[in-house]
């Protein structure tokens, strides 16, 4: 079997998950786009004291500015994420997550570690594709009148949604000489690029949903930690954002690249 032989049957597998799945697929993808907010509000209540103490400490701001700002996400992120579940003002809760991101960038001092500010910046990308996704159930401001095509607004929010999903592949290469980390540096790469760029876009987005789902189980595996150790509280908000980007990607398997990809411009070919 030749090599094209070989991506036309991957690409009947892929077309073929999606008609079983097309009806839960993008529900799937908000739960699993929303769980890190999720997890994070649930956290900001079971461990309110230690997080105002927390940022007490780190910015000298005060108890009152302090609660505040764990109020703040505790509220932001767990009102955005029924916001999202339940379709309502889902424009409205993506801003809101998109502040708490920014925020919580600054707080930590994200901004200063490369490898978790990529990861904040693919969970943007995550919430750029479902803020692209809400518009599409859109009507026209003019009713009766033809459309120029898909509006300019969605397709680059879906191109910059893509673009900074494939962050998060960046910061889970390895390097070093062994084979297997060649290979999957290699392998990884070749399917970021094509994300990015919107070539066969479903079938390597899929791809990648299931290498980061398995190394998501297997590296992160925050159940097998007693949850006293503070690796358990590392390893699990790494899953859960590592959950979130699977969400994303799932978006993509689910909507398709939009406009600006090579899948959109060879229909024009």
Known sequence: MGQEDLMSAAEDVADQFLRVTKHYLPHLARLCLISTFLEDGIR??????EQRDYIEATWNCGYFLATCFVLLNLIGQLGGCVLILSRNFVQYACFGLFGIIALQTVAYSILWDLKFLMRNLALGGGLLLLLAESRSGGKSMFAGVP?????????YMQLGGRVLLVLMFMTLLHFDSSFFSILQNMVGTALIILVAIGFKTKLAALTLVLWLLAINVYFNAFWTIPAYKPMHDFLKYDFFQT??????????????????????????W
């Open 44 to 49: 900001m209540w079971f461990q309110w004291n």
């Open 147 to 155: 459309s120029m095509g898909e509006s300019s607004p969605k397709q």
């Open 243 to 268: 959950t979130s980007v699977i969400g994303g990607l799932l978006l993509v398997v689910a909507l398709g690249p939009g406009g600006v990809s090579m899948d959109e411009k060879k229909k024009e």
